[in-house]
């Protein structure tokens, strides 16, 4: 198990670049997360509430993650969503042409971020720069794993619909320098879910904006260089994120709870 990766919701300040343990966890929370995927939907669920874990299931299995202010009845509006770039295409072949680049001129430090960001939690987003108190307030972090799960749910339905494979298995001339995600390519569930957290942020801390949305950038392209996505994956991630917040802004349960937050800003 990777502790930082893994255990880092909850306490992860100063374990951006290169990953450190987190001073202390509930112990509760360490068996959580050192369950496989599939357990972990039962355990999180008793112990944090509607939470279906933090990754998504692969597409393939063909059942939808579970999702909670959200679910497939108020994603109706997804259905304009674009598609990616047709294979072959000139964009498609743009997308290939900047994976090669960042191929070449990538360092071990860049790869180290990737990887250390390869599970989409809030703490390894936004840990060293969150707003809120470390450790999360338990409320705070229930919070941010409901979004992913919503996120999640939304990501899942669109790479269902769209198949895109991963530019690795579409090039053998690309070698990632993280893990080799299962799954479909587009759009990128990292860059989706960066960009909602920061545009959350953006709304308890509306000062630092600039900030959180630069991290969530980061964060997404930091895919692109680990060579697991397409370029194009990422930019529509970062639309799907966009569309997320105005739905989720619809939800009386996710504004209660976001409003709650507001009393827990400590670095507005």
């Known amino acids: 198990m990777r502790v930082p990766a893994e255990l880092s919701v909850l306490s992860c300040k100063g374990m951006r670049m290169m990953a450190k343990a987190p001073r202390s966890l509930a112990a509760a929370w360490i068996i959580v997360a050192s369950l496989s995927a599939a357990s972990w939907a039962g355990m999180a669920d008793a112990l944090l509430g509607r939470y279906f874990g933090e990754r998504a299931p692969a597409v393939e299995a063909g059942s939808a993650p579970e ?15 674009p598609p990616p770039p047709q294979r072959g295409s000139a ?9 090669h680049a960042w191929q070449d001129d990538r360092t071990a430090m860049q790869c180290a971020a990737a990887a250390y960001e ?25 919070f941010f794993l409901r979004v992913s799960a919503d996120a999640g749910l939304a990501d899942w339905l669109l790479k269902k619909r769209f198949q895109r494979p991963r530019p690795f298995l579409v090039d053998s001339t690309l070698w990632p320098c993280i893990g080799k995600p299962k ?14 957290f920061g545009l959350i942020l953006s709304d308890l801390a509306p000062r630092r904006k600039a900030e959180f949305l630069a991290r969530a950038d980061e964060a997404a392209l930091n895919r692109v260089i680990g060579g697991v996505h397409h370029p194009s994956d990422i930019e529509a991630g970062k639309l799907l994120g966009d ?9 009386h349960d996710f504004n209660v709870d976001l409003d709650a937050l507001r009393r827990d800003v400590v670095q507005p």
């Open 67 to 81: 999702s909670y202010y959200l679910d497939e009845k108020n994603l109706p509006s997804l259905g304009w969503f």
């Open 91 to 99: 964009a498609d072949q743009e997308d290939f042409k900047a994976l």
């Open 118 to 142: 390869e599970n989409p939690t809030y703490g390894n987003f936004f840990g060293d720069i969150s707003p809120l108190p470390e450790p999360l307030p338990p409320h705070a972090a229930v």
């Open 183 to 196: 799954g479909y390519a587009y759009p990128s569930g990292h860059a989706t879910l960066s960009r909602l």
């Open 243 to 251: 569309e997320l917040l105005k739905l989720l802004k619809k939800s």
